[in-house]
């Protein structure tokens, strides 16, 4: 079958990637595609958005699925839209979506399901956002309700900086999305996630890994959309793993099911592992950016075939799912002063290609006539695989040292916390 993919971050390049292999995929298309997408797609110049010119294209291209990347298409109701025409889509349709578009939304669902997370107060107003942190200890969790790329999460060790939080989301730091907050009870322990994939009423797992959010060396600095992660995260050991899908992840699938909207595509739960078991700590309603780029290289399955199963209700006839012994790690090649203010246009030159044990992703990447240059906070990941931790991470370090980005960061301790274990 024809495949069209919607987006144009590592993620999506990750995604490219892994369905080109896929024997089910005759001709994988893209938009709007980078040009590491290019090596395994043809792009094309559509506008997500523009909901029948994407149909448009799919019904004169013969395109048998659609998979969406990022989260905005999602919200804004291309899965709806594809799935009236008769298109099979992979990915949730906008109410079914609003798991991640509406941080209060799941934070309701979570309450009515009774689904372990951390106590909260939703406001749509900064003076009774700013009265309501008297109800919460220090630190605490402050978010922007809606979509913010992932930068809309603010843990606050004082009082001055809760309501310096709020002042910039009701100010419109992050437009819409800060429309209204959720102010939650901060949860100790350790962030892990964990994906699974579902065709509205079956759910099989999709994996683990462990992303590093912060931009600072030891997660220290502000939130970013994510500056490494590796996989399979073992800190959610089996039994844990059991518990979260029986006690979080099933649930909310069955509730979204009760409620007319059922969850289609990728489910990604962010959790806590705390002394009282995981907690949901948010949904996110497609793969992870950079989770993907280290989950997709160790599955061994046909992923669109996968998809496809979800897509048309057909998921009880998929038997189980597999995963190579591999660790993967992947590290984010970042422009400096991201994510605040990223300097772009540089120039990134070096090894981008595949050798044993290692994969560049491109994100934020565009091409010129003099070759590529920075377009985007996040330029790229370098993922190495291997039959260790360190191995992987030996692997992913070592293909950075063959990119040149003069305006370029990365953090140097990705997989920190599991290397530390390993050692004790």
């Known amino acids: 079958m024809n495949i069209l993919l919607l987006g144009g971050g590592g993620r999506e390049h990750a995604l490219a990637w892994k369905l080109a292999q896929s024997a089910t995929c005759d001709t994988l298309y893209a938009a709007p595609g980078n040009p590491g997408i290019a090596q395994h797609a043809e792009l094309v110049a559509l506008d997500p958005t523009d909901h029948g010119a994407v149909i448009g294209f799919c019904r004169s291209h013969l395109i048998g699925l659609v998979v ?5 298409p999602l919200v804004d109701g291309i899965a709806d839209s594809l799935n009236m025409a008769g298109i099979p889509c992979f990915g949730p349709s906008c109410a079914a979506a609003k798991l991640e578009g509406s941080k209060g939304f799941t934070k309701d669902l979570c309450a009515a399901a009774k689904i372990p997370t951390a106590a909260y107060v939703r406001y749509h107003d900064k003076e009774a956002a700013r009265a ?34 709020l002042d910039d989301m009701f100010g419109g730091s992050f437009g819409v999305a800060g429309e209204a907050v959720v102010i939650e009870e901060f949860l100790t322990g350790e962030e892990v996630s964990l994906f699974a994939i579902t065709d509205g009423t079956t759910v099989i797992p999709f994996g683990t890994a462990q992303d590093h959010k912060r931009i600072g060396e030891g997660d220290t600095g ?31 699938v069955a509730a979204m099911a009760a409620r007319g909207t059922p969850f289609v595509g990728v489910l990604f739960a962010g959790l806590m592992l705390t002394d009282k078991g995981p907690q949901l700590i948010e949904y996110n309603a497609r793969f992870g950016d950079p989770e993907t780029q280290v989950l997709l290289p160790r599955f061994t399955g046909d992923l669109a075939a996968l998809m496809l199963a ?13 995963f190579d012994s591999n660790v993967a790690l992947t590290v984010v090649l970042a422009a400096r002063g991201y994510p605040a203010a990223p300097s772009l246009g540089g120039s990134v030159l070096g090894r981008l290609s595949p050798t044993d044990g290692t994969l560049v992703f491109m994100a934020g990447v565009r091409a010129t006539t003099e070759g590529l240059v920075a377009s985007g906070g996040r330029v790229l990941a370098a993922t190495g695989t291997g039959t260790s931790l360190r191995a992987a991470r030996d692997n992913a370090y070592a ?26």
Request: proline share 6%.
């Open 399 to 424: 293909a950075l040292a063959e990119i040149d980005f003069i305006d370029g960061y990365w953090r140097t301790d990705i997989g920190w916390r599991e290397l530390d274990r390993q050692q004790l």
């Open 68 to 72: 969406v990347g990022p989260e905005a």
């Open 132 to 165: 309501g942190l008297a109800g919460f200890g220090l630190p605490v969790v402050i978010k922007a309700d809606g979509l913010a790329a992932g930068k809309g999460v603010v843990i606050a060790d004082t009082t001055a900086e809760a309501e310096a939080a």
């Open 310 to 322: 979800a897509a048309t209700g057909k998921l009880d006839d998929v038997s189980s799912l597999t």
């Open 222 to 252: 502000p939130n970013t959309g994510g500056m490494g992660a590796y996989s399979p995260a073992t800190v959610l050991t089996p039994e844990l793993e059991a518990r979260a899908m029986d006690e979080i992840v099933r649930p909310t």
